[in-house]
């Protein structure tokens, strides 16, 4: 597990998961930090949980694809938000792939008594999972990820009839009240430009499309670290024919 206190907020009493108390684990592979810009405009601690139902090959957090044991309880990791929640926006749960876990219900259910937002990422190969989260209004924004074209799905995570599923989880999302975004990292052997328009269109009615540049610094296949991302211009004017569909984006460029 992997532990980060930020440095801009002062918590010298803060509950230490470097301490939790000895007992039934959860499998969360946690890491908890309020550095990472996972929801724009706020001030958030993020829970990564361990575990992916896909193998992207391009996965920027692959040390939390594989599942893993942490020492702390969700009680533990409630607690740590707890203390922090006078000074955080919300809550992101992320990973891995959050809706695989069976300690993501146990641990939405344990953050109602922080007051945060949370907000949650996702590949939206649970629909089932997603829909029942949003009905009993224990998330307030989702983050679905929409990784490619339907017939290239899967082959490019390694799994099987991901699309069906992805495109019940779109739909649940756009026939729901909660706040969200869809997202399409722009990795080229993944997505080609211009198909990312026909993406869009699939994603009519909703808040906002992000495009997010692929960054090849630390990936699941390290073969992927030599691929050379899409210019940064070639994903704005694709961008720009997004904006038909949604309002769209582009994020690391």
């Given at each position: 597990?992997?532990?980060?206190?930020?440095?801009?907020?002062?918590?010298?009493?803060?509950?230490?998961?470097?301490?939790?108390?000895?007992?039934?684990?959860?499998?969360?592979?946690?890491?908890?930090?309020?550095?990472?810009?996972?929801?724009?405009?706020?001030?958030?601690?993020?829970?990564?949980?361990?575990?992916?139902?896909?193998?992207?090959?391009?996965?920027?957090?692959?040390?939390?694809?594989?599942?893993?044991?942490?020492?702390?309880?969700?009680?533990?990791?409630?607690?740590?938000?707890?203390?922090?929640?006078?000074?955080?926006?919300?809550?992101?749960?992320?990973?891995?792939?959050?809706?695989?876990?069976?300690?993501?219900?146990?641990l939405?259910?344990?953050?109602?008594?922080?007051?945060?937002?949370?907000k949650?990422?996702?590949?939206g190969?649970?629909?089932?999972?997603?829909?029942?989260?949003?009905?009993?209004g224990?998330?307030?924004?989702?983050?679905?990820?929409?990784?490619?074209t339907?017939?290239?799905?899967?082959?490019?995570?390694?799994?099987?009839?991901?699309?069906?599923?992805?495109?019940?989880?779109?739909?649940?999302?756009?026939?729901?009240?909660v706040d969200?975004?869809?997202?399409?990292?722009?990795?080229?052997?993944a997505?080609?430009?211009?198909?990312?328009?026909?993406?869009?269109?699939?994603?009519?009615g909703?808040?906002?499309?992000?495009?997010?540049?692929f960054?090849?610094?630390?990936?699941l296949?390290?073969?992927?670290?030599?691929?050379?991302?899409?210019?940064?211009d070639?994903?704005?004017?694709?961008a720009?024919?997004?904006?038909?569909?949604?309002?769209t984006?582009?994020?690391?460029?």
């Open positions: 597990m992997i532990v980060h206190v930020p440095s801009r907020v002062a918590t010298p009493d803060a509950p230490s998961f470097s301490t939790a108390p000895s007992g039934e684990t959860t499998g969360i592979a946690a890491t908890i930090s309020d550095t990472r810009p996972n929801w724009p405009g706020r001030r958030t601690a993020t829970v990564l949980l361990g575990g992916c139902d896909l193998a992207c090959p391009y996965c920027f957090d692959p040390e939390h694809v594989g599942r893993k044991r942490a020492n702390a309880t969700i009680a533990r990791i409630a607690e740590q938000i707890a203390f922090r929640a006078p000074v955080l926006d919300g809550v992101v749960i992320s990973g891995g792939e959050p809706t695989v876990s069976s300690a993501l219900i146990p939405l259910e344990a953050l109602v008594i922080t007051g945060l937002p949370v949650l990422d996702t590949n190969t649970s629909p089932d999972v997603l829909s029942s989260l949003i009905a009993d224990l998330v307030h924004f989702v983050s679905l990820d929409v990784k490619t339907p017939e290239r799905y899967d082959r490019l995570t390694g799994a099987s009839r991901v699309w069906e599923r992805v495109e019940r989880s779109i739909t649940a999302v756009l026939a729901s009240d969200h975004e869809f997202r399409t990292t722009c990795y080229p052997f997505i080609a430009t211009e198909d990312v328009p026909s993406i869009a269109a699939r994603l009519t909703g808040r906002r499309y992000a495009l997010q540049q960054e090849p610094r630390r990936t296949d390290p073969a992927a670290t030599t691929v050379t991302p899409y210019p940064a070639e994903l704005r004017r694709v720009m024919r997004c904006a038909v569909h949604l309002p984006v582009v994020r690391g460029v």
